[in-house]
């Protein structure tokens, strides 16, 4: 899987093994929150692709790595870039990701499904969808 390609769960899953995180086999309890010093994750409750208060300490810890792997991708003027703009969180935790494993990692890691949360028909039919303006068009692959 291409990481500027990464998005939702999946984008979220590799956050958590970038961060040395472990995943939680069991559900949190209903209105559970995140716990950053817990050392874990669930994908009910990490969302650092969507959540800035998840992302920014991420930021602030890689913001070097993150800003070479931006610049590497869209030059020195990424700070315009309307995909960037738009949806930051997104665009810094794959480029954090690329920092930690490369342009490309795997779907699935050693028997994990990060996909496992979600319903089936969106398991099997799940879309990566990088915006339009990236590289130059929409392109859609299933991951």
Same mark, same amino acid.
């Given at each position: 899987?291409?990481?500027?390609?990464?998005e939702?769960?999946?984008?979220?899953?590799?956050?958590?093994?970038?961060?040395?995180?472990?995943r /939680?086999?069991e559900?949190?309890?209903?209105?559970?929150? +995140?716990? *950053?010093?817990?050392?874990?994750? +669930?994908p009910?409750?990490?969302?650092?692709?969507?959540?800035?208060?998840?992302?920014? *300490?991420?930021?602030?810890?890689?913001?070097?790595? &993150?800003?070479?792997? /931006? &610049?590497?991708?869209?030059?020195?003027?990424?700070?315009?870039?309307?995909?960037?703009? +738009?949806?930051?969180? !997104?665009?810094f935790?794959?480029?954090?990701?690329?920092?930690?494993?490369?342009?490309e !990692?795997?779907? /699935?890691?050693?028997?994990?499904?990060?996909l496992?949360?979600?319903?089936p028909?969106?398991?099997?039919?799940?879309?990566c &969808? /990088? *915006?339009?303006?990236v590289?130059?068009?929409?392109?859609r692959?299933? &991951?």
């Amino acid at each position: 899987m291409i990481v500027k390609k990464l998005e939702g769960t999946l984008l979220n899953f590799w956050v958590a093994k970038s961060r040395g995180l472990t995943r /939680l086999s069991e559900p949190p309890l209903a209105g559970a929150k +995140h716990d *950053p010093d817990s050392g874990s994750w +669930h994908p009910a409750t990490y969302r650092p692709a969507s959540n800035w208060s998840q992302a920014g *300490p991420i930021v602030s810890d890689e913001w070097y790595a &993150i800003e070479d792997i /931006l &610049i590497e991708w869209f030059g020195p003027e990424w700070t315009s870039v309307n995909t960037v703009v +738009h949806i930051p969180t !997104v665009w810094f935790m794959r480029a954090y990701v690329a920092s930690q494993f490369g342009d490309e !990692v795997e779907d /699935l890691i050693a028997g994990e499904e990060p996909l496992q949360d979600q319903p089936p028909s969106l398991r099997n039919a799940a879309l990566c &969808i /990088l *915006p339009a303006g990236v590289s130059g068009n929409s392109s859609r692959s299933t &991951i």
